[in-house]
């Protein structure tokens, strides 16, 4: 069984910080692209950034000069640190992962999430 479990979430002000952190845990042969992704009320989950197995990064034009991630492969951990925060990045931020997973003597690829975790920034 593999989980991918957020933490970090929280409420802060408008120009405060967070820092996300998503920790894949389970039968995980390979991790490929990680990222993150968020979703607001009545509106769809949008892509936030994300960072390929060798350290390239991509971001949302949106958070760009204000969020980085990051990732710990030996720990097969990514992080979102979140700064200069606004009200409309208020959302659930949830983890995605392109694992290669095993059971027994398969294996598999596929894309994971986790349950997300809240951010709430007041103005």
């Known amino acids: 069984q593999v989980q991918l479990a957020e933490s970090g979430g929280g409420l802060v002000q408008a120009g405060g910080s967070l820092r996300l952190s998503c920790a894949a845990s389970?039968?995980?042969?390979?991790?490929?692209?990680m990222g993150w992704y968020r979703q607001a009320p009545g509106k769809q989950r949008e892509l936030v950034a994300t960072?390929?197995?060798?350290?390239?990064?991509n971001y949302a034009d949106s958070v760009k000069g204000r969020f980085t991630i990051s990732r710990d492969n030996a720990k097969n951990t990514v992080y979102l640190q979140m700064n200069s925060l606004k009200p409309e990045d208020t959302a659930r931020y949830y983890c995605?992962?392109?694992?290669?997973?095993?059971?027994?003597?398969?294996?598999?690829?596929?894309?994971?999430w986790g349950q997300g975790t809240q951010v709430t920034v007041s103005s």
């Open positions: 960072i390929s197995s060798s350290g390239s990064t």
């Open positions: 389970g039968s995980i042969f390979s991790i490929n692209a």
């Open positions: 995605n992962a392109d694992l290669r997973v095993y059971s027994g003597s398969y294996y598999y690829t596929g894309g994971y």
